[in-house]
């Protein structure tokens, strides 16, 4: 049998890809915009400190938006900066 690698994803391993698995290792491709599990956001780079970080998580004090998740959601996230908490 035979799979395809869905978008988001690569897998280490050379075309066909036989099922069931021999070893080969799928990840999530951070900073292509497209939100999949185990990701956070993304917001289609991989840059620290614009809201979503180079490994696909929130940075404190930012909030991020996205449409979906699980189904490799067309749109990148969008993350706004907090006001961060402060002593009186």
Do not use: K, Q
């Amino acid at each position: 049998r035979f799979c395809e690698v869905e978008r988001g994803w690569r897998c280490d391993a050379i075309p066909p890809y036989v099922l069931p698995p021999t070893g080969d290792v799928c990840s999530t491709i951070c900073g292509d915009g497209l939100v999949v599990v185990g990701e956070e956001c993304d917001d289609g780079n991989i840059d620290d400190n614009d809201g979503c970080s180079s490994n696909c998580t929130a940075e404190p004090y930012y909030l991020c938006f996205h449409e979906g998740i699980e189904t490799a959601s067309p749109n990148a996230s969008s993350c706004i900066g907090l006001v961060p908490p402060r002593l009186i």
